[in-house]
């Protein structure tokens, strides 16, 4: 069977590929210079665009000496916030205001702004054709609306309350004649709706005013009429007359009743005095009476005579007799005069009483009246204030009226918006700048040229070279990698087959020793012309390891006569074959097992026959290539472009993505992969566990080592794991790795050789041959 290796295997020759820029540099720099020089043209011919702007500040317009008395500075302020500017830039852009610059301006008369006038006639001939709309079928205001729409840009400068108007056109007195008519127009708007808005509050006012008056005097008649039928006469102090004289009342009553108190306690006095024949000078009443003043005043003459006589004369003398006499008669007279105070105060006394039982009668009356006064003045209350809302709403109408019809007599309305900055004439066309579009055009047609020249490059191979491994030319066979001597013309007895060697022997030798032959001479009798030995395989990579036809029967197929007869080489080093190896594996029960090859590439062979011969028997069976090159995998898969176990260490693919079958056996293989071997060896730690994870997964996982050293494959083993060593020539290079191997743990090292071995063709099997 012929197998045909993958033509992928290529890599991209970039020297070629750039080298490839300088091969066309004469068409490259055609191809920018015909561009270029289109791109003047146009810029040159194309037709002048200019753009003009004008700025509009929102902003309250009203003085503080014309502000309505009523309204305070922020209630009567315009709403100025982001809405509000968007507002108003909408208000500026609608079409009303548009349609107002349009009539003015004159402009459906321009062909800038109509395409129907002047048309052309290949647009005539479009649309006849019906390759183009009719401008004819849209309105004449339509079609300028919709020109001035794509040329005009309103938008409010950023952080600002002024918005901008730009406008383009192909005159630049236009250009700037436009945007300042947009404004203007805007700003008589504005004043047109608040001289509009004064005058329809005029309007409203007035009939209000009308009525309110009428239902003012209305309302204070009613008042007047319940006051005069409740009788609830106003007194002082904004008092009903009744709650007035309920008050006075009861202070002339307080009054009365302090007299009368005053008058029975001083009664009370002098009666007590006089009971107790007590000194009358200490009551202030009885010694305020003229006639007792005087009594008093002849008793002391009396007394100071009565003292006089007795000096000269005896108490029995008559004229003391007789002072004294007169002197018994005045104190008489004095208690007698005492009594009629006594008895004018109790008068006074009961006048008071009697006063104070009027007056309680009087107040009893008017509390009556009050209180009835009291339950009429809510009514009236009432009323008062219905007139008093009425009366202040009239004044408050009044007021504004007054202000609007001011306003309105003198058409003074503050609009809140300014022209800030008129529009220029522009004196430099915006469109089209004949250096930004040459350079960028050379730059673009360089860029596209190059893109081109590359991509054409690719194309056509001449950038490609095969990559390292990689195998274009068809294969008859997959050899095994062999001797400079003839493999022998008969296969081997079962007796003849290798044994093993217990690798400690190795131990005890030296190093340097010399080991003897390991093949004999070899004896070949031809009986018709040689044959020719057959040639190496070219490839670079290692194939899978198979036995090689004898070539007795290689001869035979093309000419019958020739004879070769091959002596068998014998094995002085104990090295087993691939059977022998495979049934190790398996009676052993061995879950890993290892391959060192440090021959390089092609000793790799062994690992890939004995994972196929364990394949066959039933179990299992997955290869893991850890070789630099692939040697192990690229046989089994025809290709190095799968992922692989770098891919699974740089976490650029799962397990399921990097596991592939093997096209000759039952057996599954990781291949090295295509990620960047550097980013993968970081995450080396990890592969314990994922040989841990392909133990549970498989019965046997086989480890393609390459020419690793002990160290190198410490990372790999486990329970139940074998070590082998791959071996095609006995030589010193083979004695030290393994010598190296048993002194660094691995004593029980096996050494196995792909040679000999001769893969069944059993029908329905898979082959490589």
């Known amino acids: 069977m012929s197998v045909q290796s993958a033509a992928a295997d290529v890599d991209v020759d970039l020297r070629q590929l750039f080298a490839s820029l300088a091969r066309n540099w004469l068409r490259i720099l055609l191809f920018v210079l015909v561009v270029t020089g289109l791109a003047f043209a146009f810029a040159s011919l194309a037709t002048r665009h200019y753009k003009a702007q004008t700025q509009v500040e929102i902003a309250p317009r009203e003085s503080v000496y014309t502000r309505p008395a009523g309204s305070n500075n922020d209630g009567d302020k315009p709403i100025l916030d982001e809405q509000g500017v968007a507002t108003q830039v909408q208000i500026i852009s609608s079409n009303e205001i548009l349609k107002q610059v349009a009539q003015k301006l004159g402009l459906a008369r321009l062909p800038e702004f109509d395409e129907t006038i002047n048309m052309s006639s290949l647009s005539r001939m479009l649309i006849l054709l019906g390759l183009k709309n009719d401008p004819m079928d849209i309105p004449a205001d339509e079609r300028v609306l919709k020109k001035m729409r794509e040329k005009l840009n309103v938008f409010g400068v950023e952080k600002t309350r002024i918005i901008a108007i730009e406008f383009s056109s192909e005159d630049p007195k236009l250009a700037a004649a436009i945007p300042d008519a947009i404004a203007a127009a805007y700003i008589a708007g504005q004043g047109a709706a608040k001289s509009e808005s004064n005058t329809a509050a005029a309007d409203f006012l007035a009939p209000e005013i009308a009525d309110l008056s009428k239902q003012v005097r209305d309302a204070e008649a009613k008042v007047a009429a319940y006051r005069g039928q409740s009788d609830l006469l106003m007194g002082g102090n904004n008092s009903t007359l009744a709650t007035q004289q309920l008050a006075e009342l009861s202070t002339e009553l307080s009054r009365v009743r302090a007299n009368r108190a005053a008058a029975e306690g001083t009664a009370d006095s002098v009666r007590k005095a006089l009971q107790n024949g007590g000194s009358l000078d200490s009551l202030p009443e009885v010694l305020s009476s003229d006639l007792i003043q005087r009594l008093r005043e002849r008793q002391v003459e009396l007394r100071a005579n009565i003292a006089d006589l007795s000096t000269t004369m005896l108490d029995n003398h008559p004229r003391v007799r007789a002072a004294k006499s007169q002197l018994a008669d005045l104190d008489a007279q004095i208690r007698s005069e005492a009594q009629k105070v006594m008895k004018g105060l109790v008068m006074q006394a009961d006048a008071a009483k009697a006063r104070e039982n009027q007056l309680v009668a009087d107040v009893n009356t008017l509390k009556a009246a009050s209180a ?132 400690s022997e190795f131990a005890n030798r030296d190093a340097g020793a010399s080991w003897p032959e390991t093949v004999a001479e070899s004896e070949m009798t031809v009986r018709a012309q040689p044959i020719a030995e057959p040639e190496p395989a070219t490839e670079p990579e290692p194939e899978p390891a198979a036995q090689a036809e004898p070539v007795a029967e290689a001869v035979s197929a093309a000419e019958p006569e020739p004879v070769v007869e091959v002596q068998r080489p014998r094995s002085v080093l104990g090295e087993i074959d691939i059977e022998k190896a495979a049934e190790k594996l398996i009676a052993s029960g061995a879950a890993r097992a290892i391959f060192v090859s440090p021959e390089g590439d092609e000793a790799a062979a062994s690992a890939v026959l004995v994972a196929r011969e364990v394949s066959d028997a039933g179990l299992r069976v997955l290869l893991l290539d850890l070789t630099a090159s692939g040697a192990a995998s690229r046989p089994m898969l025809d290709s190095g472009l799968f992922p692989g176990i770098t891919d699974l260490l740089a976490s650029q693919a799962q397990f399921s993505d990097v596991i592939h079958a093997d096209l000759y056996s039952d057996c599954h293989v990781i291949p090295v992969g295509t990620a960047d071997p550097v980013r993968a060896m970081r995450a080396a730690d990890r592969l314990p566990i994922i040989m841990q994870s392909l133990t549970t997964a498989y019965d046997l996982v086989v480890v393609e080592c390459g020419p690793a050293d002990a160290q190198g494959i410490s990372r790999l083993g486990g329970d139940a794991t074998e070590v082998f060593l791959s071996m095609l020539e006995p030589d010193d290079e083979v004695t030290r790795a393994a010598v190296k191997l048993i002194e660094s743990g691995y004593p029980d090292l096996t050494l196995v050789t792909p040679l000999g071995h001769e893969p069944p063709g059993t029908p329905g099997r898979r082959s490589a041959a």
């Open 372 to 503: 009835q006064a009291g339950e009429q003045q809510v009514g009236l209350d009432a009323l008062q204030r219905d007139a008093a809302a009425k009366r202040q709403q009239l004044e408050l109408y009044l007021t504004n009226y007054r202000e609007a019809a001011s306003r309105q007599d003198r058409n003074y309305v503050p609009v809140d918006a300014r022209v800030s900055s008129p529009a220029s004439v522009p004196s430099e066309p915006y469109f089209p700048k004949v250096g930004p579009i040459v350079g960028a055009a050379a730059a673009a047609s360089l860029l596209l040229a190059a893109v081109f020249t590359l991509l054409r490059e690719l194309f056509s191979g001449r950038a490609m070279r095969p990559a390292t491994g990689a195998r274009f030319a068809p294969i008859d066979e997959v050899a095994m990698p062999t001797t400079a001597r003839q493999e022998p013309a008969a296969p081997l007895e079962p007796a003849a087959r290798l044994e093993p060697v217990v690798a």
